[in-house]
């Protein structure tokens, strides 16, 4: 429960600085993107998921942490939710442990779909 103290604090951010948040992680994601792009193959799969995982996080700072649970686990969106979640796991596996790329941009593509399905 050690991670309690600062999802808290997010909740308690000023709109400016919850923006200024998700900007950054934004362009976290835009370098990390163009790393996957340099380092290729299953470099390509590995970014990926982090770039998913990202954008989750992004949500989190304009919504805040509970909220984004809440919405996440709700009726409406948890078949899409784990969807995204089992879509990462497998882009993971094609990539690291099948070694099969054609695979991992499959997965990728559906993980993407997924996320817009959510």
């Known amino acids: 429960m050690f991670l309690m103290g600062p ?15 998700t900007l950054a992680v934004f362009l976290f994601m835009i370098l ?9 193959k299953v470099g390509l799969a590995i970014i990926f998921c982090i770039l998913q995982f990202l954008a989750f996080t992004c949500t989190m700072f304009l919504m805040g942490p509970f909220r984004q649970i809440r919405t996440m686990f709700a009726k409406t969106r948890i078949i899409a939710t784990l969807a995204v979640f ?15 790329v054609g695979l991992a941009i499959i997965f990728c593509i559906l993980q993407f779909l997924a996320f817009t399905w959510y």
């Open 86 to 100: 089992l879509f990462m796991i497998l882009t993971l596996m094609a990539g690291l442990w099948w070694r099969k």
């Open 32 to 40: 990390t993107l163009m790393a996957g792009l340099w380092w290729r």
């Open 7 to 21: 999802f808290r604090q997010i909740r308690t951010m000023f709109a400016k600085t919850r923006i200024i948040a």
